[in-house]
């Protein structure tokens, strides 16, 4: 059977069972360990970041409230972003947002202890 979140657009974020990810953006695990191939919610509190990074495979982000940034631009809501295996980029938010991101690899953060 698969796993089905009904209403993510519409839905009060605050119902999601959020812990913290990075300083000002927290996780909501729908799927994954987060040691292969994950899919979550990600919060970002308004000016919160997170630094350059590689992907070790493909990223898929649809924002689905506020907006979100990257090294190429700002997407808003209703915006999908696919990141492709290999590339880099640093993301923040000015005004907070919230997405539903899909990794299909580990993130790799640039410039941390592994």
Known sequence: ???????????????????PFRDGVEIARLSGAGDGGETALLRYAPGASVPMHEHTGLETILVLAGSQSDDHGTYRAGD??????????????????????????????????E
């Open 80 to 113: 999908l972003v696919l990141n492709q295996p290999g590339s880099r980029h640093r993301v923040w938010s000015e005004e907070g947002c919230l997405v539903l991101i899909s990794w299909a690899a580990p993130v790799r953060i640039l410039g941390e202890a």
């Open 1 to 19: 059977m698969p796993a089905v979140y009904s209403g993510l657009l519409g839905a009060d974020p605050a119902a999601a069972r959020f812990e």
